[in-house]
């Protein structure tokens, strides 16, 4: 699947069809921190999904209803216990874990929820990145558009760091995904030449 | 909303209260706004709480400040747009604004029923909506609304009539009361009960009205449906006289508002129904036929349900409203939740909260017709 145009903000989001590719048709989502919803729309549209946005934002709830998807007015730093164990086929936190504060709760709660897990997140070890911190100062990018004093990115982390996280919280990775600053799939050095990386996983029985 | 006037349906169906008293036949007031469209199918609903009635928008002819008590939520180019819904609303049986009630006359005996009404539950208003809606040759609601006492029907519409309701609208509201509202309700009902003017119900007879039972109720009531926060910023401790009288009488503002708000309470609203109401409250248990398992209960549901509650409400608080909401989530059934931030206690549903009402229009605005 290629580029595809995000029919909320007429952007180009090739995240929403790296997800979508992995999302079986007909199954029950959990989009966490979903934003103004257009990726569950997206995915409603294209995979015929059935799925929840959980959402803290006013302004985000509202764009979730103009976009005519189910949201739930939730803080996730609290964790998921609205939500009953096992009850998702996928539960997806897209470019949000990087955001929250309780990173390991989420993954724990995800595991609980789901019977998958999709995270997606930028690679704080992509090579810009990297490039910027030795010339002396925090990266600023497209996938990290922030200067380091009004970030909401307290948690930035690398492929390796995240997978490191995933063994720790008993995740099982099943698939993983990156994509180049071009949004091509990327094979070799993937945690320096990455940009965006997705994960797909599971609990460890 | 303009001018509007009530109109009168009588229901000669015999009606089986939950309590197992047959009503044979009653009336129910209520008063509509809009046009119901060809295809049936643009009809809202819209249920009232403990003091509210069918008088939800608009005014009365050569009648001043006789606003319907939602008229910033209904009307044209409200969030419930009248332009586009024909909108509903009816006063429940057993109140006291022209329905079928306490104050009624009692054909058998030619007096009013007094303490001989029946109990009156939230499945009973919902079986006499179904009645109405017959009447109206009403099929399926677009949507059934309520806040409160109101959110309860529209919950109970949902679990009766699941195939009649396209979508629930349910503000503040919850799916049982806890003990500590109970609690509430009981010294409410105490306090009309042992004012002397009582007269265990029957106080037509004696051409009285129980003031000042009603009149503490609606005090107590009235406290509850504000939030600390709220008084403070409202009243906080200032003195009616700027200065303390060391006396009894009035000397803070806030209770000289509370008083007023009893007195005005006490004159328009009878007690019988204000006891059947708040017993109403008290009963309403959607999962007790379940043991206690509220998903349960919403198996049957087929709507697609707003749930909205208000983080300043302790009385019908956000936790009553995430319990609704996980019980539909158990059951698959689409639904959005949303925690209005607000200062205003549970009174905030009646209020034009910009987000509030940006919600429900947006959501008003989804429902296909």
């Known amino acids: 699947m290629n580029e595809t145009l995000n029919p909320a903000t007429n952007t180009l989001r090739p995240d929403f069809a790296a997800i979508a590719e992995w999302i079986k048709p007909g199954a029950k989502i959990l989009d966490l921190g979903c934003g103004d919803g257009s990726l569950l729309r997206y995915l409603r549209d294209t995979r015929d999904v059935f799925g929840y946005g959980v959402e803290i934002d006013d302004d985000n709830l509202l764009k979730c209803f103009h976009n005519g998807i189910n949201v739930i007015q939730n803080d996730l730093e609290a964790g998921l216990s609205g939500f009953e164990s096992n009850s998702f086929d996928y539960v997806i936190l897209s470019q949000t874990l990087q955001a929250m504060r309780h990173t390991e709760g989420i993954i724990q709660e995800m595991l609980r929820v789901g019977k998958e897990g999709i995270v997606s997140f930028p690679n704080f070890g992509y090579w810009r990145n990297r490039m910027q911190v030795i010339a002396g100062h925090m990266p600023v990018s497209e996938t990290l558009p922030y200067y380091w004093y009004d970030t909401p990115n307290i948690h930035l982390c690398t492929l390796g760091d995240f997978e490191a996280l995933c063994h720790q919280c008993n995740a099982r990775i099943l698939e993983r995904r990156v994509l180049s600053a071009h949004n091509r799939p990327v094979n070799f050095f993937p945690n320096l030449m990455g940009i965006l990386a997705f994960y797909r996983f599971e609990r460890r029985t | ?369």
């Open chain 2, 1 to 369: 909303m303009g001018v509007v006037t009530p109109q009168y349906v009588q229901i000669v169906k015999p009606l089986q209260l939950k309590s197992g008293y047959v009503l044979d036949s009653y009336h129910l007031v209520y008063e509509t706004y809009g046009q119901l469209n060809a295809a049936r199918s643009n009809a809202v609903l819209i249920c009232h709480a403990l003091s509210g009635n069918h008088h939800v928008a608009g005014i009365y002819a050569d009648k001043e400040k006789s606003s319907g008590w939602w008229d910033n939520m209904v009307g044209p180019g409200k969030p419930i747009d009248t332009d586009r819904f024909f909108v509903i609303g009816v006063n429940n049986l057993g109140g006291c604004h022209g329905s079928t009630g306490p104050a009624s006359i009692d054909t058998r005996t030619g007096k009013p029923y007094g303490a001989s009404f029946p109990m009156v539950t939230v499945e009973d208003w919902v079986e006499t909506q179904a009645q109405l809606a017959d009447h109206l040759g009403i099929e399926q609601f677009a949507a059934v609304v309520g806040g409160s006492l109101g959110g309860m029907q529209a919950l109970q519409w949902t679990l009766d009539y699941p195939e009649r309701v396209r979508h629930a609208v349910v503000v503040a509201a919850a799916a049982k009361l806890t003990a500590q509202n109970i609690a509430f309700n009981d010294v409410a009902r105490q306090a009309i009960m042992t004012d002397q003017e009582f007269y265990g119900g029957n106080f037509y007879a004696y051409d009285t009205l129980p003031r000042r039972g009603l009149r503490l109720a609606r005090m107590l009531g009235h406290i509850t449906y504000l939030s600390d926060d709220s008084m403070a910023a409202k009243f906080g401790r200032s003195l009616r006289k700027g200065e303390l009288s060391f006396g009894f009488d009035v000397e803070f503002e806030i209770e000289s508002y509370l008083r007023y708000q009893g007195d005005k309470f006490a004159d328009l609203f009878d007690a019988n129904t204000y006891l059947l109401m708040t017993k109403a409250l008290d009963y309403f248990n959607p999962a007790d036929s379940y043991n206690g398992d509220l998903s349960a209960a919403f198996r049957v549901a087929m709507a697609n349900f707003l749930i909205v509650s208000f983080t300043s409400d302790w009385r019908f608080s956000p936790e009553r409203s995430r319990e609704i909401v996980k019980a539909l989530l158990d059951n698959k059934i689409n639904v959005s939740y949303a925690e209005v931030t607000t200062t205003h206690g549970h009174d905030s549903f009646l209020m034009e909260a910009p987000y509030y009402h940006q919600l429900v229009r947006a959501y008003m605005d989804n429902i296909s017709i």
